[in-house]
Structure formats: C-alpha cells, structure tokens
C-alpha cells in the first residue's frame, strides 16, 4: 500500500511492529519536482506507544488486518482479563500488560467494549467513552462552603481515584470519562 492512500484508523506494519495511524499530516514543498510527505502519528499495537514516521507519497508501507470484536467482560483469571464476543460468545484472552491502565475503568459485566484482533491473537482493547463506576471513599461536602464548584478526591470500587464535584458522596455512582479519566456526571 502507498504512503497516500493510508487513512486514520488503518493498521500497518514498519520496523517488525504493528502500529495504528492516529493522525496524518500532509506537505507539499513549493518547489518544481517537490515530493509530497507525510508525517504518520502512529501508536503500536499491542502497547500504545506513540512513534512518529515520515515518508514519501509513493513510499511502501505494509498494511495489516486488524479486526474488531465487540466484546463484554466475564471474569478475571489470574492476572488476565477475559472478555466474551457479543455475537458468537468466543472468549478473548488479555493480559494485565495489555489491558494497562484501562484495568481501573473494568467492571463486572462491563458492555460496549471492542477486543482488537490480529491473526486470530487478541493484542488490545478498547474501552466504552464511559463507565458506571461507584464511590467508595470521598470526604464529606462542606456545609456553608461557597456557591463555586470546588473538587475533591474520590476513591472508586475499581481502585481508580478521580477528583469529583463536592456534592458528590460515598456509595453514589458516577460517570467516568475513560479518555480522560475525568469525573462525566451522575450515574442513576
């Protein structure tokens, strides 16, 4: 496949690593006879780590097929998550290494996430926007405080700590921004 025709989202492989493009930038020199690049911001797969590449328009890159699962959580075994397919009930196998950070964001039967699959391995997953998590521990609101929206740090049932507004308290359930990690709302 030409460096040209890679769009955002496509999977390829360069230097014996898969990576997934997440952003491309196209320039064009002024001069006679210029060739055009593009400068590929791309994050590996499994792992996410951010590499930077730039090549030519008529450069060769190797693309790979990545295909998406739509997967709900099941169990945890061991230090491995195991997710089911929503249609076919197939069970994906990820480890914590993989998983990462999304770990804390991970409920009980915890829908709308996607597995992604690489020549039938699972390699990474991809979390809903948001989740229901529950408020474990979190001080108690101020009586008398001000009328301004001051935060303050809340522990999660998951083990995960965000800052929540004031009002927020222990045992409700809020919303969880999972590319933020930032406090989305009240859940019920």
């Given at each position: 496949?030409?460096?040209?025709?890679?769009?955002?989202?496509?999977?390829?492989?360069?230097?014996?690593?898969?990576?997934?493009?997440?952003?491309?930038?196209?320039?064009?020199?002024?001069?006679?006879?210029?060739?055009?690049?593009?400068?590929?911001?791309?994050?590996?797969?499994?792992?996410?780590?951010?590499?930077?590449?730039?090549?030519?328009?008529?450069?060769?890159?190797?693309?790979?097929?990545?295909?998406?699962?739509?997967?709900?959580?099941?169990?945890?075994?061991?230090?491995?998550?195991?997710?089911?397919?929503?249609?076919?009930?197939?069970?994906?196998?990820?480890?914590?290494?993989?998983?990462?950070?999304?770990?804390?964001?991970?409920?009980?039967?915890?829908?709308?996430?996607?597995?992604?699959?690489?020549?039938?391995?699972?390699?990474?997953?991809?979390?809903p926007a948001s989740v229901t998590l529950e408020v474990i521990e979190t001080p108690p609101e101020l009586k008398g405080g001000t009328a301004t929206k001051r935060p303050k740090p809340a522990k999660?049932?998951?083990?995960?700590?965000?800052?929540?507004?004031?009002?927020?308290?222990?045992?409700?359930?809020?919303?969880?921004?999972?590319?933020?990690?930032?406090?989305?709302?009240?859940?019920?």
């Amino acid at each position: 496949m030409k460096a040209y025709d890679v769009k955002k989202g496509n999977v390829i492989e360069h230097n014996n690593t898969v990576y997934q493009v997440r952003d491309i930038e196209r320039s064009s020199p002024q001069g006679r006879g210029g060739n055009v690049k593009f400068r590929f911001t791309m994050y590996s797969v499994p792992g996410g780590t951010k590499f930077d590449l730039s090549v030519g328009g008529d450069d060769e890159l190797k693309e790979v097929e990545l295909s998406r699962r739509q997967a709900t959580y099941s169990y945890k075994d061991g230090d491995a998550f195991v997710f089911l397919d929503d249609e076919d009930f197939t069970p994906y196998t990820l480890d914590a290494d993989v998983v990462g950070d999304a770990a804390g964001y991970i409920v009980d039967d915890l829908s709308g996430c996607y597995v992604q699959i690489i020549d039938d391995q699972a390699v990474a997953l991809q979390l809903p926007a948001s989740v229901t998590l529950e408020v474990i521990e979190t001080p108690p609101e101020l009586k008398g405080g001000t009328a301004t929206k001051r935060p303050k740090p809340a522990k999660l049932s998951t083990g995960l700590e965000i800052m929540v507004p004031e009002y927020i308290g222990t045992g409700e359930r809020v919303l969880v921004n999972t590319v933020t990690g930032e406090f989305a709302g009240r859940a019920d």
